[in-house]
């Protein structure tokens, strides 16, 4: 790869994420070279995706060109790449666009979805972790009921406007609720000749509560909310195949339905390389205190791929954008104190709280300090997620359509770009 | 096609743009039935198609479901749905989801790409005449300066950054435009360690006058627009062949270059049904002044499809917008009235004049009373275009784009959100 070589030290980040980002941007004007690699040009604002895939918001004011992001910063280097392999011994990074030499080398490569080793949901389960990933359900929730209007067998139509999402995080509360908004706002009126009140959300939880993570105010609120919505919550249910008709569970339960969203679990999105002794369960990297890996003290990981184990988080942080981005500014100090020869620091997290949606005037908010739920919590979700969003234009626009959708209960962006296609390799990434 | 039996006369639609979709709401509220065809579930706002394809716009920002518009019309159905052939004596449409009996049809299917049968170019080149054909582009023009970053090839990393249009008609002539001012402002920020001036934009075109239909001082002072933005005209010169590297023409000239865009002709979207006798040249269908097909007094064509010759329009009416919603009205109301038997009114077109832009602060603008260029037209083109955009909410997302693109002198929305597939046949449309 034609990086032009640099008496600065080169680190080589591989990922564009909250993580990776932040991180560039702490070394900004240090005398570092940086090179951020990642398979898109653009950096995914994650938590909105189930919005683009609803048709709330357009995929464009949810991403920021990671060049945009760099161009300020002189000797850094963008590339478009995707990464096989690391060779810890040889300090390089094989990738499609060829091989690169680091000296110290960062994996903020994030989490993908983990589908427990069940192929057949995999093959025929949709998810969400990606823009195209988000677009694709789009034209697939969107041509259900295209479709559903062409077919006179009746446990067809069903089929196709039943819903099953599996998973109660806040990925699957939050898809839920925008799906039952969808069905009491627009669908009555897009296909007045369809009974739309057919229509199913299914919400399938493996364990006796939704928003596990958050505090049990926030996980028996967000049922109300959900119930409210019209949404069916099923707990302590858990899904053991799809064949693409047909989604069994562990009881005599089963779901006929031509929409399966898998939102059950997420993991680590590993690089070849590394040894297993410095991998843990779940596809994450084992780190200490400074992000390092024990066995390559010039290499780090942070954010989802990375596992810091302490005494407070025995599994690690929660696979969110809050870690991410502190362990990006955290590493960014530190790799600056390792090359000026000083200790490095090690990294404590700030928990600010989280947070999910249901719905219009309805959001759930654990703070540290206390927690709140309904209208304001709905406020603070929206205010939040505005000032997070990169980009100015962004939150212009997606500013916009919210007040849009929220004062004409509507979502504009549902148009079936490209058709949809479970096997067209580019949406599985 | 499982359309409700209804006791008004059934009036077919193929197709949802700006002819099919004025003639839709003029029907409003009458004692028909309205079933409209078309094989995307939106409406797409073609002259705003180049900004998408240079990263200036969201694609859903100029699109509208045409659900949407339906929506309030009782007897109002829409059907996602592609055309296979109609069969006038039978009285039926045979579609891809079966087939559909009317009492009138109207053709409003529009116009494709016209490579007056160069195979080679159709499969090496690039067109313009949809969102998924615009996002297509978008993405190979931003792949190739991502690819020229990794060559050392100074010829390929030439041909990558080479864009050749073919035809100086308004879609070459804006296209142009916004891509050299993607090379002034954009690429030197994105590309600081690619030496973009080398990049060139090449406007083609046959005879010796670029926008033709538009007036001398238009073509002359877009020109001079164009030569300052760095844009290289050849006039009086006609592409004969592209293999996917080199494009030749009919004299020695050559151009090395990785994306070539045909912009040179469009004819009318036909569906097979028709006897040629009423077919003419360009693939348009030769209507009477009621826009009636004559061999059949219950069909009509609107729009770029059809060719209503007079003595002001010889060759018929231009193919753009205006003509497409003028004769959408006229036979709205020419429909009722046969409904009624009252005598129909023949079609006049109204001429409002023609625009095109050429980047910021740089439009020409020809009325029928006077013609004027520069700012204050670039500032006419805006509001025009702003005005005939469907949807409240694409104006406003479309004006937040356009206030923030001219205040920053950025394109922001240039993600790779699909790679590049020129086989990919959803593009092809």
């Known amino acids: 790869m034609n990086i032009p070589r640099s008496s600065y030290p080169r680190i080589v980040i591989i990922g564009g994420g909250f993580g990776g ?39 464009d004011s949810i991403a920021y060109p990671i060049r945009k992001v760099l161009k300020d910063y002189p000797n850094f280097f963008f590339r478009l790449a995707e990464v096989f392999q690391i060779h810890p011994e040889k300090k390089s990074v094989v990738t499609n666009i060829g091989t690169l030499h680091y000296d110290y080398l960062v994996l903020a490569t994030g989490s993908e979805t983990n589908y427990f080793g069940n192929s057949e949901i995999e093959k025929n389960g949709m998810s969400m972790k990606s823009i195209p990933e988000s677009l694709n359900l789009r034209s697939l929730i969107l041509e259900n009921f295209e479709q559903a209007l062409l077919t006179d067998d009746l446990h067809e139509r069903d089929a196709l406007m039943n819903f099953v999402i599996v998973g109660g995080g806040p990925t699957g509360v939050e898809l839920a609720g925008a799906l039952a908004e969808i069905k009491k706002g627009i669908l009555p009126k897009d296909y007045p000749d369809l009974d739309t009140r057919r229509a199913q959300i299914n919400l399938v939880q493996s364990n006796g509560r939704i928003l596990k993570e958050m505090s ?46 898998w939102a059950a679990g997420v993991k680590g999105a590993l690089v070849q390389g590394l040894d297993a002794k410095d991998l843990l369960s779940g596809g994450r990297i084992r780190v200490n ?60 997290y700030w928990d600010k709280g989280s947070m999910a949606t249901v719905g219009r ?24 997620h505005l000032f997070f969003l990169i980009g100015f234009r962004n939150r212009m626009v997606v500013f916009v359509n919210w007040v849009y959708n929220y004062v004409r209960f509507d979502r504009e962006a549902r148009l079936i770009i490209r058709p949809f296609n479970k096997d067209y390799s580019a949406f599985k990434d």
């Open 21 to 59: 980002i932040s991180l560039a941007k702490k070394l900004a004007h240090k005398e570092v070279q940086v090179v951020l690699l990642d398979k898109h040009n653009y950096h995914t604002f994650q938590p909105l995706l189930y919005q683009v895939s609803t048709g709330g918001l357009e995929p």
């Open 216 to 261: 049990e105010e926030a996980s028996s609120k967000a049922e109300d909310f959900l119930e409210k919505l019209g949404v069916q919550i099923w707990k302590n249910t858990r899904v053991t195949g799809y064949d693409g008709k047909l989604a069994t569970t562990a009881t005599e339960l089963t779901f006929e339905t031509a929409t399966l969203i």
């Open 289 to 348: 205190e400074f992000n390092q890996v024990e066995a390559w003290p010039n290499i780090f990981a942070i954010g989802d791929v990375a596992c810091l184990v302490s005494e407070k988080y025995p599994r690690g942080h929660p696979m969110m954008a809050q870690p991410a981005i502190q362990q990006g500014r955290s590493l960014g100090e530190n790799l600056i104190r390792l090359i000026e020869d000083k200790p490095m620091k090690p990294f404590s």
């Open 361 to 384: 005037n309805k959001a759930v908010v654990d703070l540290p300090k206390f927690k709140f739920q309904g209208v304001f919590a709905w406020f603070v979700w929206m205010f939040v």
